[in-house]
Structures are given as C-alpha cells and as structure tokens.
C-alpha cells in the first residue's frame, strides 16, 4: 500500500515566480488527501497529474488567504465537473461562513455534498476523518490565529500469514486460514491446537505524515508529529531572523529540526520559506545541526512515506 | 505614448495546464489596468514583469468564479506589501458585497483606499474610470448573468508643432509657441497673425483597446469595439458548436470575427477558448473568413496598440 506526498505550494504568503502557494497532497492507495490550498492549487494538481476529482477531503490549516483562496476555483471546478462523489473540508471555525458567502457554495448550487468539519478554538484533538484504512487526527498549533496541525495516520495491517508453515502444522481448511489471520486460534481435528502466533507474522505498522504549518514550534506540532515516518514542518525564517520569527508566529529551521528530534520523527521536510529566500539551502544547513535527517521541500517531487 | 496589452489568461472556466484563468494587463505610459482577475493572475503578472503595485484600476466584466477569484489573492499581496496608493475595483453589482465577505477585505482593513464602482442591471453606457490621458467606458453585453465590457480610450492630444515652420514664419517668443500648440493665434510685432493650423499638425487621435468577453455577439460589443485600434473578443467554441454557444452565452470564433467587422475595428484578438479545443488554429482558419486581421491571444505576449 503505497502512501507518498507531493508538496503543491511550498512559498509563504507573498508569491515568488518559483514557489507557490501552500498545498500539499497526500496520496494513499489512490486516493487524495489536501492540506491546505492556496491560490493556483488546482493549476499545481494539474502539473503533478493529480485528478482533482480524486480528493476526499481538505485540511486546512488556518485562515489566513494564502492557505485556502484555492478552495474557492478547485471548488467551482468541481461544480463545472459535476463531481457527485462527497467532500469533507476540514478547518478552523468560520471557514463555512465564508466559502458560502461566496456566489454558488452553499450546499443548494453543488452538485455534491460538501460536509464541514470545524475545529473551535480550544480543542485539545480531534479525529477528523476516520476510514478502514487510516484516520486524520487534528492538533491545535500556535499562530497569529487559530491554526490547526494535522496527522495521516495509516491502520495498522494483520501480519502476514505463511500458508507453508501452517499447511506443515495441519492446517487445510480456508476458513481456519481466515481465522488465524484474524489472530484466533484454530483447534484441528486430533485436538491439536493451532495458536496465530505460530503462523501469522507481526502486525504491520501504518505509515504516518504530519503536516504543521504555520506556527511556532509548539507542543501541538511535538504531538502531532510523535514518531512520524515524515513530518512537514513550516520554516519560514532562518535563525538569524528569529525575532520576526516570534512577531509572526512562525519557525525558524532549527526550531522545526527541533521539534522533530523532540518527537521522534524519521524524516524532516522543510518549507514555506519567506520570499526574501532565494536559495533554500541556508534552512538545510541550519536544520542539520539539530536533525540530520533534513530535507527541503520541492514542489511537484513525489515523496514516498 | 505606448499603449500596450498583455493577455495573462486566455483560457475559459476549467483549468488546462497550458492556458490561465481570465485577466488582461493593460500598460499605458507606465500605469498598468487590469481586465478581470481570474485565479492566479498574480502570479501571470509576476512573469509577465509588471509590477502589481502600478495596477490604478480594475474592471471585472462578471462574477463568474473564473473571472475574479484572483482578485482575494492579489489584493492580499497589496495589504501584505504595504500598499499606499489608491486602487479602483470596477464591477457588476455585488462585487463588493462579495468582497467585503471575506475577513481582512472591508475598507477599515486595508492600507490603501479601495474604492468600488459598480454597474446596476440596466445601466446602458457608463464613463468609469477618467484621467487626463485616457477614459474607460463600460457598457452591458449579454452572458447568462449581468455581464460588463469595457473600452480603454486615449484621449487624442494636440497636433505636433514645427518649430522651424514657426520661427520661418516669425515667431520667435516661447509663450507664443504654447499659445500656438494649444490651438491659439499669435499676433506678431508688425500686426501679422500666424493661425495654428500653419504650424501645428493635425490632432493625433488616441489609441483605443475593447475588452469583451463573456458574452453573446451583442450592440454593446459592437459599440465598445466600433473603430478600436484593437478589439479582444471572447471566441469560446468553434461555430460547430454554435448551439452549445447560445446555451451557455458565449460566442463561436466567426460571431467574434463579425463583431469585429460590423464595429470596424481594426484588430481582432481571439480568447476565452474551451478546454477542449487543444489547438487555437481553428479559431483564427473559421474567423478570418469573416475578419482577415485576427490573430489568437498569446498569454504573455506583449501587444503594441
């Protein structure tokens, strides 16, 4: 089951020619995941070859125009598309009243459903989307507004049975093969009893992305982004401009290295750089001195997790 | 005096990787206006080098999605880099309901003055925007909403004034010379009067740009483009699907090529095309039976008026 992301947008709020708008899609056994959607997002999923109609949900992270006016083209294209399959959009209060203060989104002119899920200031965590295949959970971080961090977390799988080994303890029948690797054990015709354990593998671990941005460094990010397999941690500044970082709510690189040494994460993907960045290679630098395991974001780059 | 435009969008409402949302940069003496804003177009002028700052005035010709959702964006980036200068949004009615909708967009916001003009359901011709250089007239063309076009006038300045010719004649004094070329007579010393039209040339008329889409072929098209040095016309289908045009109030390529020539123009600029058409070369083959001096608007490409 192969899970990988691709950052869309990996600029801050001022647009630059080579960076765009926040965005992020997440791709899961074909289906699409979107964290965040500034201006010209639906242009990027073109670019990456990434049906639009093929997104399930949206997560986004904040109010701020940068990080949604995308919504409102993708979703009139939508609509132009005739898309019936249901979309969950996901965000801090207040998103609803404004997407439908908008010309033709509320419910009435789309030819979908659209199911909002607020989080209100103080809410500690929230499962936000919940599938048999994996769940997104919600944080609150810290920003000028109310900003919300987000967690793929994909279930956990059975083990592997080995059909060899359990034909070889005098396992024949389907069912007793279903049963074990539903982790229950088999009692076989002499009375001998087979035990999961003996046959089935140990359980698969489910992949995890966090995606925190904007924010400073805070507990709801830690959290969040505990033991990911990948973390996307905003960085808009370097250390040098630490006090703009405060001012303005958001991360330099080693504080994002720093919270994915404090969680435990095994990947670092750096981004929303501030326009006055040209060369992206200072945050690498400064974030390796504190986790190694660095990276910056590219846009359109496909990401494995 | 330079009068030149930049189409920056030429696709319709659906994305396609290859041609943008709605939007066209006009560029005069350095002040830049805008025609419609669809999503992305702040990122369109960003590659087309035109410095958003310049932008005095915009003229949104209907509140279709595709056609202004790049306004929230664009006028974010004005807030966020400090803008002083006044800027005039010129729409149909309900543009600033719209617009005051969205957090951060109310006057008390904003660090420059945004001053709205709109266009009622029923208003037959209106003069919108007015400097000493150049006039904007606004008439209603015919979509399935209230739709607007616009006419950019230059107004037509003085003829030029031969010096030699002047100075031949005895003129020598530089209040007389400005007496002249402002269309006055000029008694000389001995009692000779030298009449303007001996030395000034003829008036040189102003340049004149129609912007006009989306529409059905209309008496408000025509009249915005009647005589234009260059008229833009949305050309949305091909006249095989001429039926789809009516159903949708858009115009096939031959019905724009008609308005261009029942109004005189002298140019006609073909866009607004249909995703599905992959290659323009159909509008310009079907229009220029109609109209021989048609060309498809290039994104990008800079337009000498």
Redesign the interface.
């Known amino acids: 089951m192969q899970t990988e992301i691709i950052p869309l947008g990996t600029g801050a709020?001022?647009?630059?020619?080579d960076r765009?708008?926040p965005a992020m899609a997440l791709i899961h056994d074909g289906h699409v995941l979107l964290f965040d959607c500034g201006?010209?997002t639906?242009?990027q999923l073109?670019?990456a070859g990434i049906k639009s109609l093929r997104i399930e949900a949206i997560f986004i992270t904040h109010?701020h125009?940068?990080h949604y006016?995308?919504l409102?083209?993708l979703i009139?294209?939508f609509t132009?598309?005739g898309r019936s399959t249901p979309l969950t959009l996901v965000g801090p209060a207040?998103i609803q009243t404004?997407m439908c203060?908008?010309?033709?989104f509320d419910q009435a002119h789309l030819p979908f459903e659209l199911t909002y899920k607020e989080l209100h200031e103080g809410f500690t965590r929230e499962v936000v989307v919940e599938t048999e295949a994996y769940t997104v959970e919600a944080r609150p971080i810290e920003h000028r507004i109310q900003a919300v961090g987000y967690r793929f977390q994909e279930r956990s799988r059975p083990g592997r049975l080995d059909p060899d080994r359990a034909r070889a303890l005098g396992v024949a029948d389907v069912k007793d093969f279903a049963r074990l690797k539903a982790g229950k054990p088999v009692k076989l015709g002499g009375g001998h009893v087979v035990r999961p354990e003996e046959v089935v593998g140990p359980e698969r671990r489910g992949v995890s992305f966090a995606y925190v941005t904007d924010t400073r460094p805070c507990a709801g990010g830690v959290e969040l982004a505990r033991g990911a397999d990948l973390l996307y941690h905003e960085a808009t500044f370097t250390s040098e401009l630490y006090e703009r970082a405060i001012e303005t709510g958001h991360s330099t690189a080693i504080e994002a290295a720093t919270v994915a040494r404090e969680a435990g994460a095994r990947r670092l993907l750096l981004g929303h750089f501030s326009a006055r960045y040209t060369d992206p290679s200072v945050f690498i630098e400064e974030a390796r001195t504190v986790f190694q395991n660095t990276e910056v974001a590219e846009e359109l780059k496909r990401y494995p997790i």
């Not at 709020?13 to 020619?17: C, E, G, M």
């Not at 203060?101 to 033709?104: E, L, V």
């Open positions: 709020a001022i647009p630059v020619s765009h708008l201006e010209g639906q242009f073109l670019r109010l125009g940068d006016f995308g409102l083209g009139s294209t132009l598309l207040g404004i203060a908008m010309p033709g």
